[in-house]
């Protein structure tokens, strides 16, 4: 098991911001997925293991940013814009090969952090 320790969560109103943070023992492709209460873990970001290829959800395009500094290995996820429906617990994943499963799929993800609530009020 590969610890992922994540950072950054709180609670914030509608219109601000949080910058939420990972760090991993080792280089990853690495994710962050979300989820609410009684829903699906749902997909929110993705990047490469050299830190390009950015992907994201539809529903947070334009206001998230997940970027990667490698000399750290650490893994950030700048959210701006907050909205209420934002509100859950986050999770950062990552992903030692590529297998093919999906980027946007939790299956294609090795090892999962503990977590961190992120709770945006209207």
């Known amino acids: 098991q590969v610890p992922l320790v994540e950072s950054g969560g709180g609670l914030v109103q509608a219109g601000g911001s949080l910058r939420l943070s990972c760090s991993t023992p080792g280089s990853y492709m690495m994710g962050w997925f979300r989820q609410s209460p009684g829903q699906e873990r749902e997909f929110v970001a993705t990047?490469?293991?050299?830190?390009?290829?950015?992907y994201y959800a539809d529903s947070v395009k334009g206001r998230f940013t997940i970027s990667k500094d490698n000399d750290k290995n650490t893994v950030y996820l700048q959210m701006n814009s907050l909205k209420p429906e934002d509100t859950a617990v986050y999770y950062c994943?990552?992903?030692?090969?590529?297998?093919?499963?999906?980027?946007?799929?939790?299956?294609?993800?090795?090892?999962w952090g503990q977590g961190t609530q992120v709770t945006v009020s209207s």
């Open positions: 990047i490469s293991r050299s830190g390009g290829s950015p």
């Open positions: 994943a990552a992903d030692r090969q590529y297998t093919g499963r999906g980027l946007d799929k939790s299956s294609e993800y090795d090892y």
